[in-house]
């Protein structure tokens, strides 16, 4: 089988596109850990602007509103997430018209599949990250989602903080949004140094005593709360660490 | 700065109010202000009761001159008292946001002076909230009964949400257990506000507009001897005449000791069966005669929409691919996420059983009631059926709804 490699970025996965159109049997995927079998074919996709563009008027000419999904699609931290698009995209030009709501369509149950997981969790960490307030009074939000959606959270603080400086830290990715009051920029960002405001403990300790004392102790349902706050996300919430 | 010890009283005076709903409301942001409204509504935590944590559910104070019997803050009971300034209120919420702890405020307080002074203050602080501290998230205030109309009426063009908790379900219960309200002290600022909510959207108003997320109610279940059929009669009349946004239902807990109450409480699953049916009555186009007769209480085996199946198993089963969506929504087991995909589904071609499978229906209990391009999985054996749709044992039913079923919904329609 001939598997094309790109480098993670939208306009390459484009590119292999373009590329595996011609193949009757391929796989595109950015996973390093990809582990080729003796009969495999590498083959190594660098971008090419040219090619990109005739595949999205392709896509375009079909279901305009297409493209955006398979970007997002493409931040997601699941491997097979370009085979998944590769596929969602022939069988849109298979069909030759919007197929987002095919849900009879095995490609298309994946595919919005992995787009759920990716605003869910979108969704989910507009509640679950945490800022802690520096001594300039900036705040930073370090944290660690499945998918890669710093960018996507961006817009909806920067709204909601109005002038405030923010960062919001993805550690697994190394990656991170910071805003200046303003306007806001995608760094690329290993360790980050903060000191904390004076305020900060109190605040977080309060917050904790309020999260210990709304709970009806006598009605547990723990299951509910791992459900709808699945442990992974524990380690940057203070009110699941001890007063 | 606030004491651990007073937010710590405080909160816990507040937290039987079931609501936490932060949803409803498009605020926006000005440069310089903090907060913004997201109107799906957004769950900042959750507790290891299973509950959502939105908003920072606190009493301006639990110091009550009010006796209602069935409330550890009432006059006569023997506990630790204490208030918050409105200045302390705000700092706590600023603080609190900024750090995304929180969606926004849900404000109560005990009545400890004068109705008027009592809401006065609590006007003072949600004025302070948006003005001084320029604070545009959610705020949730609840409405002090017997408070000056016109000091409402101004609170009600700060706030997003407003509630006047109707406490039990029939008149005479109210004057048992809670003999300082009356029927018109909670009924009559309802129908102003709504007079009020109506009056802007007809004419358009956008600036302060009155409650832009509406008004809700609760009332305590199981204190007092109504039926669940009453209790839905009053739901559907409330959505009805007052246009409320939602009616939350808490199950009584005997925090107090008390010769007119019962000496236990109601249990999750009354309280789960009222919620079931209540969503039946405002999403799935049933009415409370088709679910629950006056005198009679819902089924504890059966989920409200099973048990009505059960009842009209001639109307069934219905084929999938023809049937449309208000049908559809009858279905035992198919929700209205279900049914949409259904709907948008079979427009590309028909669908057969495996599909529909793929598709993620459940069809453990619909099975019984669909046919598929006219085939039938299920069995003319009512009492196999029966056994299928019981709810007990298996734990396919989750004993909690109080934030999921709202999420799944505004992911169906896109928004409120
Ligand atoms: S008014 Fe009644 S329910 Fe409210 S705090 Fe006072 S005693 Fe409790």
Same mark, same amino acid.
């Given at each position: 089988?001939?598997?094309?490699?790109?480098?993670?970025?939208?306009?390459?996965?484009?590119?292999?596109?373009?590329?595996?159109?011609?193949?009757?049997?391929?796989?595109?995927?950015?996973?390093?850990?990809?582990?080729?079998?003796?009969?495999?074919?590498?083959?190594?996709?660098?971008?090419?602007?040219?090619?990109?563009?005739?595949?999205?008027?392709?896509?375009?000419?079909?279901?305009?509103?297409?493209?955006?999904?398979?970007?997002?699609?493409?931040?997601?931290?699941?491997?097979?997430?370009?085979?998944?698009?590769?596929?969602?995209?022939?069988?849109?030009?298979?069909?030759?018209?919007?197929?987002?709501?095919?849900?009879?369509?095995?490609?298309?149950?994946?595919?919005?599949?992995?787009?759920?997981?990716?605003?869910?969790?979108?969704?989910?960490?507009?509640?679950?990250?945490?800022?802690?307030?520096?001594?300039?009074?900036?705040?930073?939000?370090?944290? $660690?989602?499945?998918?890669?959606?710093?960018?996507?959270?961006? @817009?909806?603080? %920067?709204?909601?903080?109005?002038?405030?400086?923010?960062?919001?830290?993805?550690?697994?990715?190394?990656?991170?949004?910071?805003?200046?009051?303003?306007?806001?920029?995608?760094?690329?960002?290993?360790?980050?140094?903060?000191?904390?405001?004076?305020?900060?403990?109190?605040?977080?300790?309060?917050?904790?005593?309020?999260?210990?004392?709304?709970?009806?102790?006598?009605?547990?349902?723990?299951?509910?709360?791992?459900?709808?706050?699945?442990?992974?996300?524990?380690?940057?919430?203070?009110?699941?660490?001890?007063? | 700065?606030?004491?651990?010890?007073?937010?710590?009283?405080?909160?816990?005076?507040?937290?039987?109010?079931?609501?936490?709903?932060?949803?409803? $409301?498009?605020?926006?942001?000005?440069?310089?202000?903090?907060?913004?409204?997201?109107?799906?509504?957004?769950?900042?935590?959750?507790?290891?009761?299973?509950?959502?944590?939105?908003?920072?559910?606190?009493?301006?104070?639990?110091?009550?001159?009010?006796?209602?019997?069935?409330?550890?803050?009432?006059?006569?009971?023997?506990?630790?008292?204490?208030?918050?300034? @409105?200045?302390?209120? &705000?700092?706590?919420?600023?603080?609190?946001?900024?750090?995304?702890?929180?969606?926004?405020?849900?404000?109560? %307080?005990?009545?400890?002076?004068?109705?008027?002074?009592?809401?006065?203050?609590?006007?003072?602080?949600?004025?302070?909230?948006?003005?001084?501290?320029?604070?545009?998230?959610?705020?949730?205030?609840?409405?002090?009964?017997?408070?000056?109309?016109?000091?409402?009426?101004?609170?009600?063009?700060?706030?997003?949400?407003?509630?006047?908790?109707?406490?039990?379900?029939?008149?005479?219960?109210?004057?048992?257990?809670?003999?300082?309200?009356?029927?018109?002290?909670?009924?009559?600022?309802?129908?102003?506000?709504?007079?009020?909510?109506?009056?802007?959207?007809?004419?358009?108003?956008?600036?302060?507009?009155?409650?832009?997320?509406?008004?809700?109610?609760?009332?305590?279940?199981?204190?007092? @001897?109504?039926?669940?059929?009453?209790?839905?009669?009053?739901?559907?009349?409330?959505?009805?005449?007052?246009?409320?946004?939602?009616?939350?239902?808490?199950?009584?807990?005997?925090?107090?000791?008390? %010769?007119?109450?019962?000496?236990?409480?109601?249990?999750?699953?009354?309280?789960?069966?009222?919620?079931?049916?209540?969503?039946?009555?405002?999403?799935?186009?049933?009415?409370?005669?088709?679910?629950? @007769?006056?005198?009679?209480?819902?089924?504890?085996?059966?989920?409200?929409? &099973?048990?009505?199946?059960?009842?009209?198993?001639?109307?069934?089963?219905?084929?999938?691919?023809?049937?449309?969506?208000?049908?559809?929504?009858?279905?035992?087991?198919?929700?209205?996420?279900?049914?949409?995909?259904?709907?948008?589904?079979?427009?590309?071609?028909?669908?057969?059983?495996?599909?529909?499978?793929?598709?993620?229906?459940?069809?453990?209990?619909?099975?019984?009631?669909?046919?598929?391009?006219?085939?039938?999985?299920?069995?003319?054996?009512?009492?196999?059926?029966?056994?299928?749709?019981?709810?007990?044992?298996?734990?396919?039913?989750?004993?909690?709804?109080?934030?999921?079923?709202?999420? %799944?919904?505004?992911?169906?329609?896109?928004?409120?």
């Amino acid at each position: 089988m001939k598997i094309f490699i790109t480098d993670n970025t939208s306009k390459c996965f484009f590119t292999a596109v373009y590329y595996a159109f011609a193949e009757k049997n391929c796989l595109i995927t950015s996973d390093s850990a990809l582990q080729p079998t003796f009969d495999d074919e590498i083959k190594l996709v660098e971008t090419d602007e040219e090619k990109v563009a005739r595949v999205i008027k392709k896509i375009n000419s079909y279901d305009n509103s297409a493209a955006e999904s398979i970007n997002l699609i493409l931040k997601s931290g699941d491997a097979r997430k370009e085979q998944t698009a590769f596929e969602f995209i022939k069988k849109l030009i298979e069909y030759k018209r919007p197929i987002g709501t095919a849900y009879n369509l095995t490609e298309v149950v994946l595919f919005n599949e992995l787009i759920y997981k990716i605003t869910g969790e979108i969704h989910r960490i507009k509640g679950l990250l945490r800022f802690t307030e520096c001594a300039d009074g900036t705040l930073y939000a370090p944290y $660690s989602p499945d998918n890669d959606i710093t960018e996507n959270l961006m @817009p909806h603080f %920067s709204a909601r903080l109005g002038g405030q400086k923010f960062i919001i830290h993805d550690l697994k990715r190394k990656k991170a949004g910071i805003c200046n009051g303003a306007e806001w920029i995608i760094y690329f960002a290993d360790q980050a140094e903060i000191k904390l405001s004076e305020n900060q403990k109190i605040f977080e300790t309060l917050w904790k005593k309020y999260y210990k004392t709304i709970n009806i102790e006598f009605r547990p349902h723990e299951k509910q709360m791992k459900n709808s706050m699945p442990v992974r996300y524990w380690k940057f919430l203070p009110e699941k660490h001890d007063l | 700065m606030i004491e651990t010890d007073k937010l710590e009283i405080l909160t816990a005076g507040a937290k039987y109010d079931v609501s936490c709903s932060s949803s409803g $409301s498009r605020r926006k942001n000005f440069s310089g202000g903090l907060g913004n409204g997201a109107a799906s509504g957004i769950c900042h935590s959750f507790t290891p009761d299973g509950r959502c944590i939105s908003l920072l559910k606190i009493l301006m104070s639990n110091d009550c001159l009010f006796d209602c019997e069935y409330c550890p803050n009432r006059r006569s009971a023997d506990v630790r008292r204490a208030s918050l300034t @409105p200045d302390e209120i &705000c700092e706590l919420v600023i603080n609190f946001y900024k750090r995304n702890y929180i969606e926004g405020l849900f404000l109560s %307080s005990a009545v400890f002076d004068t109705p008027d002074k009592t809401m006065e203050l609590l006007y003072e602080t949600v004025l302070k909230l948006r003005k001084v501290y320029l604070f545009n998230g959610y705020i949730h205030l609840k409405g002090i009964p017997h408070a000056d109309e016109t000091l409402v009426m101004r609170a009600a063009r700060l706030v997003d949400r407003m509630s006047y908790n109707i406490e039990l379900p029939s008149e005479s219960s109210l004057k048992l257990l809670a003999p300082q309200k009356t029927k018109q002290s909670l009924l009559l600022p309802m129908k102003n506000l709504k007079y009020a909510i109506t009056y802007d959207k007809e004419n358009k108003i956008r600036k302060n507009r009155a409650l832009p997320a509406g008004q809700t109610t609760q009332m305590i279940i199981g204190a007092s @001897p109504e039926t669940d059929g009453q209790i839905l009669k009053l739901s559907e009349a409330l959505y009805g005449n007052m246009n409320l946004r939602r009616v939350y239902y808490s199950s009584y807990v005997p925090v107090v000791q008390s %010769s007119k109450l019962p000496a236990t409480g109601a249990g999750l699953l009354r309280e789960h069966r009222l919620y079931q049916a209540d969503w039946l009555l405002r999403f799935y186009g049933f009415t409370v005669d088709e679910i629950c @007769p006056e005198n009679q209480n819902l089924s504890s085996e059966y989920d409200p929409k &099973c048990a009505w199946a059960l009842r009209n198993m001639h109307l069934f089963p219905v084929e999938i691919n023809r049937a449309p969506l208000e049908v559809l929504l009858r279905v035992p087991g198919i929700g209205a996420k279900s049914a949409y995909k259904i709907t948008e589904a079979r427009r590309f071609a028909p669908l057969n059983f495996e599909q529909l499978e793929k598709m993620r229906v459940v069809l453990k209990r619909a099975k019984y009631f669909i046919t598929c391009k006219g085939k039938f999985y299920g069995t003319d054996n009512i009492s196999q059926v029966k056994t299928a749709l019981l709810t007990n044992g298996n734990g396919t039913e989750q004993l909690s709804l109080f934030s999921a079923p709202e999420i %799944s919904l505004f992911a169906l329609s896109g928004n409120q």
